[in-house]
């Protein structure tokens, strides 16, 4: 007996054969990104709600800059140091992501480059943000020494083109990396062909990433622009983080990042990773100086090279550079930043040349209670400045949209016990409070019981004018982020996303004919 289907039976049919369709569409297309594993609706497709899924290939290396993969390391002061009162970098285990770091320090034509760009953007109309962002060139003055010649042509002169910058306090190298993120994307953006170049941009019309993402900055459209797959909408949109095309903020790297990238602990390993085998998770010594377990400032190989100096620092009281007809480090001052072997990461001068400032704001007691995943001290939590409908703030008269700190409520909202206020600073920094009116010299009283205060930051690396001790990693010091001199300079590094692997393979382990599906 024939039974007639029902309205119920045929939607169910309809559906099996429908979802059914969309398995084998996406087997067809031999990704898994074709269809949503959790409505069975099609990805990019305007019949089917627009709903944009980047075919992602994976983070590419950005421009000068090495992978870093991350790791478990040993943090703080080695036992081959010397000894020293303060003890503030005690010995801790943590453990850091992957990151991209610039194989150099940022140079003297890389700084002119952002001056140039400011002068052009802004130099009309907000001339104080130029002049705000020049590196001090006095830094080379000394009270019984005659440097005028680096006064007058260090920063400026062709001969130094590739000499590391100083003169950068630590306010000033964060806004020259805020800077790189937006000159990467607008290029990025260009090469994509979403926008043509702007030679014209200046005030509040100058590209940033977020008033591009915001439709805060049109610019000259290109030929190719990201097509809105959404038929309610204009046709085209701006690219977002999720299209993949942008690349994550530059920065300073933390503390932890930068002795843990100086260190090169990846040389160590006996049997590290290849394609054909996984890694041993073992290393066989742990460095005191960036070159390697040999520990030693003297390139020992019996070769040609054999006893010269592996990095730009002084040996002894006067002695800069050696004697003539045998300079032992061939650098009276810096050099330049492809000088000396770099360590294993592919990473040059991490030790001598000049010292690098750090994302970190110092205090002595860093090393306790300390996150043992990305270590860091410095947080100030901000959020976007918004308008009564809830959309962003209009950008600001230098292009950007403006940002507040995170209030209290806020942070309340969230129910995050530990979080009580935006400023992080002196979260369990072993200060204490003054108590019924009476001074406690327990607490950090900037310029009466000491030098601490938040705007104290800390550099590493040691210079051409430190002793040996400072090359090594886990000595640090601090010094105010408004303060800049003749032996600090600075590089950036980019955050890794997704997969800890530069060769893009997925995070995790897979097992035999184990199958990795993409979500």
């Known amino acids: 007996m024939k039974r007639k289907l029902t309205g119920v039976a045929l939607l169910c049919i309809g559906a099996a054969t429908f979802f059914s369709s969309c398995e084998s569409s996406s087997r067809k297309k031999g990704k898994g990104e074709g269809v949503s594993p959790v409505t069975g609706w099609f990805y990019n497709d305007s019949r089917f709600g627009g709903y944009d899924v980047a075919d992602y290939p994976g983070q590419q290396t950005p421009v000068g800059m090495v992978l870093v993969q991350g790791g478990r390391f040993t943090m703080g002061a080695n036992d081959d140091e010397m000894a020293t009162l303060d003890a503030n970098n005690v010995r801790r285990t943590v453990s850091v992501s992957s990151f991209y770091m610039d194989e150099t320090e940022i140079t003297n034509k890389d700084y002119r480059e952002y001056i140039y760009w400011l002068q052009r953007a802004y130099g009309n109309d907000l001339p104080e943000i130029v002049n705000a962002a020049k590196p001090d060139q006095t830094v080379w003055r000394s009270p019984l020494g005659y440097n005028e010649p680096y006064v007058k042509n260090y920063f400026g002169h062709a001969a130094f083109n590739n000499y590391p910058v100083v003169g950068v306090n630590w306010y000033q190298a964060s806004d020259f990396c805020k800077w790189r993120t937006d000159r990467v994307n607008e290029f990025l953006l260009i090469q994509q062909g979403a926008l043509a170049p702007n030679w014209n941009q200046t005030g509040e019309d100058v590209f940033t990433t977020e008033s591009y993402q ?205 979080i009580r206020t935006a400023n992080l600073n002196n979260y369990k920094d072993g200060d204490t409070s003054y108590a019924s009116g009476i001074a406690n010299y327990g607490a950090y009283k900037y310029g009466e019981n000491t030098l601490v205060n938040d705007s104290a930051k800390v550099y590493k690396g040691g210079s051409w004018a430190d002793r040996a001790y400072w090359l090594s990693p886990g000595t640090r010091r601090f010094v105010q982020g408004n303060v800049s001199t003749n032996t600090i300079g600075f590089r950036c590094v980019v955050d890794r996303l997704g997969s800890p692997s530069g060769n893009n393979e997925p995070a995790g382990n897979s097992f035999g004919a184990q199958k990795k599906h993409k979500r």
């Open 214 to 418: 915001n439709s805060q900055y049109q610019g000259t459209l290109g030929h190719n622009l990201k097509k809105d797959l959404d038929k309610n909408g204009a046709g085209t949109r701006a690219y977002t983080m999720s299209d993949g095309v942008f690349m994550p903020d530059y920065r300073l790297p933390t503390e932890a990042e930068w002795e843990y990238a100086a260190l090169g602990i990846v040389g160590n390993n006996p049997a590290p990773e290849t394609k054909r085998r996984r890694g041993e998770e073992v290393f066989t010594d742990r460095n005191t100086l960036p070159w390697g377990p040999r520990n030693t400032a003297r390139y020992d190989i019996h070769n040609m090279y054999q006893g010269e100096i592996m990095g730009n620092f002084m040996r002894g009281k006067g002695d800069v550079m050696g004697v003539a007809g045998a300079l032992n480090d061939n650098a009276d001052i810096t050099a330049p930043v492809r000088s000396y072997q770099p360590n294993a990461w592919g990473l040059y001068n991490m030790a001598g040349n000049v010292n690098e400032w750090v994302m970190d704001t110092y205090r002595p007691s860093s090393h306790e209670d300390v996150d043992e995943f990305r270590p860091f001290r410095g947080n100030q939590f901000t959020k976007k400045a918004v308008q009564e409908d809830g959309t962003d703030e209009e950008r600001d008269s230098t292009g950007h949209i403006p940002y507040l700190p995170v209030t209290a409520a806020d942070l309340a909202a969230t129910g995050k016990y530990k």
